[in-house]
DNA sequence: GCTTGACCTCAAGTTAAGTTGAGCTTGTAA
DNA sequence: TTACAAGCTCAACTTAACTTGAGGTCAAGC
């Protein structure tokens, strides 16, 4: 058997749980690479895999692709990543997740207060007259209902 | 001066922050309805502002149109939402909401896990390794990073 | 040496949630 | 009564993140 240093899309695929046209769509933005056999096909090596589930995880999170290449970029050209690096990734992301986390809870206990107090009038609900305020205040400034 | 009690699309959208060709779709899509002039202009009761709201809301939580479309179907046909449906609603995405928190704080302790403990190898770090363990497990069941 | 399954490329399709534009109609204020 | 802002419909475009399909190549086992 051959070393099973190099993987192919189909089993990247599968060790990854991520479908092959996926993991080409990747490498056209740039996520991952892959050096070619002389008949043209598509070889990884094994860090891809890293790669590949830094990738879910970061979307997981919400984050985007692009948001996901940005960071990946950030490490050292074509360098495998290190200990590091990851650490640092995951430490952005973290913080990222953290926000998001304080987000939905400002969200929540606004409509718990929503519940439990007597403004279920609807018409007065703090939540329910976010808009209403922003539309008064003067523009159609498309703020989000959450204050940031 | 007419009555205030129908509005114009022009004055929805003003009110409650979401553009005019938004409410158009919102109507397609069967979240709100409009009652049409002789010359066939929408006109809206002021109920509507209560449920494009609530759609605000909703998608603020991240609950799709059709998720949210299905909460306002629950609701009795053409009714205005009372406090009553609308507790139920809050009530509901209230939930949601939780859930959502605790799936992305479970990702960040993850996360936080891999930053702080001597996991960064990397390969031996537990949210890495999911995807591994689901491929070892057999099919590409596509389950997501997260325990559920 | 042939069959078969895995690969390859490239174009087009998909879903969500709208936006944009064209071409035409209403309604209202001067 | 006329101008012009606001409405109307319908089709097409947008972005993200892929998937699907067509048409053709590669590689490995029998």
Redesign the interface.
Known sequence: MAPVTELTVGQV?????V?VSALHFYETRGLIRSHRTSGNQRRYGRDV??R???I??AQ??GISLAGIGAALQSLPEGRT?T?ED??LL??A??DE??Q??SQ??K??D???D??GCGC???DK?P???K??R??REGT???????ER
């Open positions: 695929a599968q060790r990854s749980g479908a895999l890293r590949v589930a830094i879910r995880i997981e999170v990543p200990r990851w650490n995951s430490t992301w973290c997740l953290d998001k986390i939905l809870k969200l929540r606004g409509l718990t929503c519940i279920m009038s609807i609900c939540l329910r007259n808009d209403d922003l539309a159609g400034a498309r703020r989000l209902l959450v």
